[in-house]
């Protein structure tokens, strides 16, 4: 009998769940990369440099991967996922609309793979300098 | 739920016992032992590889790991032995109520299988893997936002804490009653009454799921592009040279 109670709670406690995590989920602020941008240069206090990004994206800084080893060198087009194979949609956001619209993600992004490639976290001016680059790369 | 007659063992009865153990009795059959490690290790090893863009081919093929194992799990638990099945172990929250109360009065109901509170963590850590690899995989898979991956962090940190709670269960149960059941979970045993005793202990089985997962595990590195999720330059070159068997290394 505990069986079918248990049948019976379970999808309750999922939908539960679901509607939970769907009230918590912050309003999606969109914004534009330039907007982004602007941001990163004003936190950094100094103009961003699109050749300091290229380098920074390129470079593997002393360690296994560079930006490029998932994203491609010049990130117009999708790249693929050095541990899994993934197919990872491209950076530059003239070639991929969705890029740099979510400041969260954005966020979230820079501070994991630049742990991955750097083993520290990014500075505002190295975001300002990679944004800046990746807005040069025009179709 | 008497459908499970086919079943090899015999009537389903929650074995409250306060006879003094008698000899040791198979409790728990090779499935679910070799269920209970592979997911603290499947666990273990997901929640700490979860950070780092190197080991994503690893935490992703653990997370499916654990989806596998409680699906086998559910399975197991209709068709399993005695103690393995939930029609033994789930019970309402008046017994788990009146477990806990006895417990804290200082003298604990003797179980032979799961304890009503024990099941109570059991089934919440099954119904998180299966919320954790359900956002898991939306997330891996692009498939909604990044509340999904929010939600995924959040259920894996309860699991977490779920796990902690388990594991201090386990300790005060095993000092209350004097039995030391992370062995249990080892060698099957527990002192008890012949008669409470499961017949077989399914080896067979055991080694059918321990074979699943490997193979598993195996085919996620053969597809991986070094060969293994966190390849160093100079690991992918010996794996390049013989790379049979290195599936299983990490």
């Given at each position: 009998m505990n069986l079918f109670s248990l049948s019976a709670?379970?999808?309750?406690?999922?939908?539960?769940?679901?509607?939970?995590?769907a009230a918590l989920?912050?309003?999606?602020?969109?914004?534009?990369?330039?907007?982004?941008?602007?941001?990163?240069?004003?936190?950094?206090?100094?103009?961003?440099?699109?050749?300091?990004g290229q380098q920074l994206f390129t470079n593997k800084h002393g360690g296994e991967w560079?930006?490029?080893?998932?994203?491609?060198?010049?990130?117009?087009?999708?790249?693929?996922?050095?541990?899994?194979?993934?197919?990872?949609?491209?950076?530059?956001?003239?070639?991929?609309?969705?890029?740099?619209?979510d400041p969260a993600k954005t966020e979230k992004w820079f501070r994991r793979n630049c742990k991955d490639v750097l083993s520290r976290e990014c500075t505002a001016g190295e975001k300002a300098d990679v944004l800046s680059w990746l807005m040069t790369l025009k179709p | 739920m008497k459908t499970m007659s086919a079943s090899p063992v015999e009537e389903a009865v929650p074995a409250v016992t306060?006879?003094?153990?008698?000899?040791?009795?198979?409790?728990?059959?090779?499935?679910?032992?070799?269920f209970h490690?592979?997911?603290?290790?499947?666990?273990?090893?997901?929640?700490?590889?979860?950070?780092?863009?190197?080991?994503?081919?690893?935490?992703?093929?653990?997370?499916?790991?654990?989806?596998?194992?409680?699906?086998f799990r559910i399975v197991w638990g209709l068709l399993g032995t005695r103690y393995a099945r939930f029609s033994t172990f789930v019970r309402g929250p008046r017994a788990v109520a009146r477990y806990v109360r006895v417990l804290l009065q200082g003298r604990p109901e003797h179980h032979t299988g799961h304890n009503p509170?024990?099941?109570?963590?059991?089934?919440?850590?099954?119904?998180?893997?299966?919320?954790?690899?359900?956002?898991?995989?939306?997330?891996?898979?692009?498939?909604?936002?990044?509340?999904?991956?929010?939600?995924?962090?959040?259920?894996?940190?309860?699991?977490?804490?779920?796990?902690g709670v388990h594991i201090a269960g386990v300790v005060v149960a095993s000092w209350l009653h004097r039995e030391n059941l992370v062995r249990a979970m080892i060698t099957g045993r527990?002192?008890?009454?012949?008669?409470?005793?499961?017949?077989?202990?399914?080896?067979?089985?055991?080694?059918?799921?321990?074979?699943?997962?490997?193979?598993?595990?195996?085919?996620?590195w053969q597809?991986?592009?070094?060969?293994?999720?966190?390849?160093?330059?100079?690991?992918a070159a010996v794996q390049k040279h013989g790379g049979d068997g290195d599936g299983d290394a990490d």
């Open positions: 709670t379970f999808p309750r406690a999922l939908a539960a769940l679901t509607l939970a995590c989920a912050p309003a999606a602020r969109a914004v534009t990369p330039a907007e982004q941008l602007a941001g990163y240069t004003a936190q950094a206090g100094a103009p961003a440099s699109p050749a300091r560079s930006c490029s080893s998932c994203h491609g060198a010049v990130p117009i087009q999708a790249g693929k996922h050095a541990s899994t194979g993934k197919t990872i949609g491209a950076m530059a956001p003239a070639f991929n609309p969705e890029r740099f619209t | 306060h006879t003094p153990a008698a000899a040791p009795i198979l409790v728990w059959d090779a499935p679910v032992r070799v490690w592979l997911m603290v290790l499947s666990f273990a090893g997901a929640y700490l590889s979860a950070e780092s863009e190197h080991w994503r081919l690893l935490h992703v093929t653990l997370g499916y790991t654990m989806a596998g194992l409680v699906a509170a024990g099941a109570l963590a059991i089934l919440a850590l099954l119904g998180l893997t299966v919320v954790i690899a359900a956002s898991g995989w939306t997330t891996y898979n692009d498939l909604a936002g990044e509340w999904v991956a929010e939600a995924h962090e959040a259920a894996a940190n309860l699991m977490l804490l779920m796990v527990k002192s008890g009454q012949p008669a409470d005793g499961v017949r077989s202990p399914w080896r067979t089985v055991a080694v059918l799921l321990l074979a699943g997962v490997l193979g598993f595990w195996w085919l996620q597809g991986a592009p070094t060969g293994s999720g966190a390849a160093s330059p100079s690991t």
